[in-house]
Nanobody, 128 residues
Framework: QVQLVESGGGSVQAGGSLRLSCAASGYSFSSVCLGWFRQAPGNEREGIARISPGGSMTYYADSVKGRFTISRDNAKNTMYLQMNSLKPEDTAMYYC?????????????????????WGQGTQVTVSS
């Protein structure tokens, strides 16, 4: 079983930056597909980025492409989300998620049912 803990959320003005972290334990981190999701009040949880076990393959939702960067440090069992040029519409609770048992790619959709393990979330608030 994987335990995930997010950190790094906070309040920032539009145009600012934040870096989220997701620390993992309880599994072979280098064989885990990881993703970032977010959920704003009244909205469904949406997948915004994912990264393959080795870190060579990434995917971004159109809403964050070019502004957010996902990365991972397998030696530190940690995943990151660098968020630049933040907009008020980025305000949401951000969650990291994991699905284990993969070596190279993550051959499944970036949606909540595809992921097995979830963190508790970290709040990001962007003011205009």
């Amino acid at each position: 079983q994987v335990q995930l803990v997010e950190s790094g959320g906070g309040s920032v003005q539009a145009g600012g930056s934040l870096r989220l972290s997701c620390a993992a334990s309880g599994y072979s981190f280098s064989s885990v597909c990881l993703g970032w999701f977010r959920q704003a009040p009244g909205n469904e949880r949406e997948g915004i980025a994912r990264i393959s076990p080795g870190g060579s393959m990434t995917y971004y939702a159109d809403s964050v492409k070019g502004r957010f960067t996902i990365s991972r440090d397998n030696a530190k069992n940690t995943m990151y989300l660098q968020m630049n040029s933040l907009k008020p519409e980025d305000t949401a609770m951000y969650y990291c998620a994991a699905r284990g048992g993969y070596r190279n790619s993550c051959p499944f959709p970036l949606n909540p049912p595809s992921y097995e393990y979830w963190g508790q979330g970290t709040q990001v608030t962007v003011s205009s």
